[in-house]
């Protein structure tokens, strides 16, 4: 059974700073990346892993996040700098490749088998 938890989630000035983790128990694969929703939003890819090449980053995070992941540990990061308001949003780890390709759906949430429960950041201006 895949179980994804999240942490790190909290209330931040605009220009600071979060940590987040996703700890997974059940799945050791490959396939990883965070997305995001915020209130009356759809969910959208912030970053994924794909444990090969470059991680995969949406254009409104680019140079600001970074993903990592411990295999060691099994547990997914967000380092999230220079945090902005519209960065407001419950953020979710999502694991294990569901359909598609790497290329054209990593940053899609249909892409994804697993979910965790989501852990909220809240940006003030």
């Known amino acids: 059974q895949v179980q994804l938890v999240e942490s790190g989630g909290g209330s931040v000035q605009a220009g600071g700073s979060l940590r987040l983790s996703c700890a997974a128990s059940?799945?050791?694969?490959?396939?990883m990346g965070w997305f995001r929703q915020a209130p009356g939003n759809e969910r959208e890819g912030v970053g994924a892993?794909?444990?090969?090449?470059?991680?995969r980053y949406a254009d409104a995070v680019k140079g600001r996040f970074t993903i990592s992941r411990d295999n060691a540990k099994n547990t997914l990061y967000l380092q999230m700098n220079g945090l902005k308001p519209e960065d407001t949003a419950m953020y979710y780890c999502?694991?294990?490749?569901?359909?598609?390709?790497?290329?054209?759906?990593?940053?899609?949430?249909?892409?994804?088998?697993?979910w965790g429960q989501g852990t909220q950041v809240t940006v003030s201006s």
């Open positions: 892993v794909n444990g090969g090449g470059a991680p």
């Open positions: 059940g799945y050791s694969g490959n396939y």
């Open positions: 999502a694991a294990a490749w569901a359909r598609g390709s790497w290329s054209a759906g990593a940053l899609d949430f249909d892409s994804y088998k697993f």
